[in-house]
């Protein structure tokens, strides 16, 4: 894996004095950096605005919320760009893989416009579903995969959008207890290959501590939610 110098301001995911509100209700308010490879975990209480968080970092904050400050991505300012412009992978709690394509077709759709050639698209597709163990299933309906099955899938249709940035907003939670452990382990494995700058929000405490990277808890207490600088990795 590549090694981010940390003092490097410019590489990863930059969240500067970060402000969400809701009624003039203050959320949320952090400052920090996401080195790529590495996952900046955010828990809270329902209400606290972590994944109105995301949908402000992705560009699909709700107009019933007010937000300051800026997303920064590998030193670009993505702040007013259109979310279609900020090349930022979600995964949500629910795969939301299309019905009406079959598994491959969901893959191929994620692939980008610049990857010419049916065949070529076809080929990352397939050796997407083998990287994940899901080699065969491309022809399937994704009604007739497994949860476990449906997230890799998720995850891998994601991944082919080639992010620059990937945002999880309790993904494993509908999963049972071996197959959350073995899908999380596998959504960190990919990122941390890929360089990707990981926002995780979520209730589960193993969640976080499986991601091996920063903590951050919201206090609603505190007119401030801190994160304030470089946040150090959990030892």
Excluded at 47 to 76: H, T
Excluded at 121 to 134: I, N
Excluded at 168 to 186: C, G
Aim: hydrophobic letters at 40%.
């Amino acid at each position: 894996m590549h090694q981010v110098d940390s003092s490097d301001r410019t590489s990863g995911l930059r969240l500067e004095n970060v402000a969400i509100r809701l009624d003039d209700l203050l959320l949320l308010d952090i400052d920090c950096h996401i080195l790529p490879g590495t996952v900046l975990t955010i828990m809270g209480e329902s209400g606290s605005g972590k994944s109105s968080l995301l949908d402000f970092i992705a560009g699909y904050l709700k107009p019933d919320f007010e937000a300051e400050g800026r997303v920064i991505l590998a030193g670009e300012d993505l702040t007013e760009r259109p979310a279609q412009e900020r090349h930022i992978g979600l995964m949500f709690q629910s795969p939301l893989l299309f019905p009406h394509m079959s598994v491959l077709q969901n893959l191929m759709f994620a692939i980008p416009a610049s990857v010419k050639g049916r065949a070529i698209r076809r080929d990352l597709a397939e050796q997407a579903l083998e990287d994940v163990g899901l080699a065969g299933f491309g022809s399937r309906d994704p009604a007739t995969l497994s949860g476990g099955q449906q997230t890799r899938v998720a995850l891998m249709r994601t991944l082919l959008s080639e992010p620059r940035a990937l945002l999880l907003d309790e993904p494993f939670s509908s999963l049972d207890q071996t197959r959350r452990a073995d899908i999380r382990d596998l959504v960190f494995k990919l990122a941390r290959k890929n360089g990707l700058p990981v926002l995780l929000v979520t209730h589960d405490h193993e969640d976080a501590v499986a991601a091996g990277g920063m903590i951050h808890w919201l206090d609603q207490d505190k007119a401030r939610n801190g994160c304030t600088g470089e946040m150090q990795p959990q030892r």
